[in-house]
């Protein structure tokens, strides 16, 4: 069955909140939001992908990542992980970045709260993603937050559904 993902705007609160569900447990679901190997399979909206240099899912640690399209390499992209509550939510920051991690002050960070929970067929995630200021979250939709990672949570459920 094909899932929604319900995305709520907030300029008021500066964000945006994601929710979507998927037909897998949520230890299922949690490894593919946890392990690189996982990411590179979903993250990006096809015909793009996800290609990790590093990651480090720790409290501390960091995932640095390509988004490779048909054309090559295209943005840099760099999540610093701050908080782990394994299954249940983690937390972190994202920024576009040059292939060494250097963060492009160009484009806004993002605060990442993700909550992963147990539902009657499967698991729901809800994302909450934060910005500094409502000019940051909208340049973020600008350059097709929504429509992208909406597509990309539709790769997470293919890749679930295998």
Same mark, same amino acid.
């Given at each position: 069955?094909?899932?929604?993902? !319900?995305?709520?705007?907030?300029?008021?609160?500066?964000?945006?909140? !994601?929710? *979507?569900?998927?037909?897998?447990?949520?230890?299922?679901?949690?490894?593919?939001?946890?392990?690189?190997?996982?990411?590179?399979?979903?993250?990006?909206?096809?015909?793009?992908?996800?290609?990790?240099?590093?990651?480090?899912? *720790?409290?501390?640690?960091?995932?640095?990542?390509?988004?490779?399209?048909?054309?090559?390499?295209?943005?840099?992209? *760099?999540?610093? #992980?701050?908080? !782990?509550?394994?299954?249940? =939510?983690?937390?972190?920051?994202?920024? #576009?970045?040059?292939?060494?991690?250097? !963060? =492009?002050?160009? #484009?806004?960070?993002?605060?990442?709260k993700n909550v992963f929970s147990k539902t009657s067929t499967g698991t729901k995630i809800e994302v909450e993603l934060s910005f500094n200021a409502e000019a940051d979250l909208e340049k973020i939709l600008e350059l097709g937050f929504?429509?992208?990672?909406?597509?990309?949570?539709? =790769?997470?459920?293919?890749?679930?559904?295998?």
């Open positions: 069955m094909d899932k929604q993902t !319900i995305v709520t705007k907030d300029s008021a609160g500066k964000k945006l909140v !994601i929710v *979507r569900e998927f037909d897998a447990t949520p230890e299922q679901v949690w490894k593919a939001w946890t392990e690189s190997q996982l990411l590179d399979k979903w993250w990006a909206p096809k015909p793009w992908k996800a290609k990790t240099k590093t990651m480090e899912f *720790r409290a501390g640690g960091s995932w640095l990542y390509c988004m490779v399209g048909p054309d090559g390499p295209g943005p840099w992209c *760099r999540t610093d #992980f701050k908080t !782990i509550n394994k299954p249940k =939510n983690f937390t972190a920051i994202g920024a #576009f970045c040059d292939e060494n991690g250097i !963060i =492009n002050q160009d #484009f806004p960070a993002m605060y990442w929504k429509e992208g990672f909406t597509s990309a949570l539709g =790769n997470l459920d293919e890749l679930l559904a295998k």
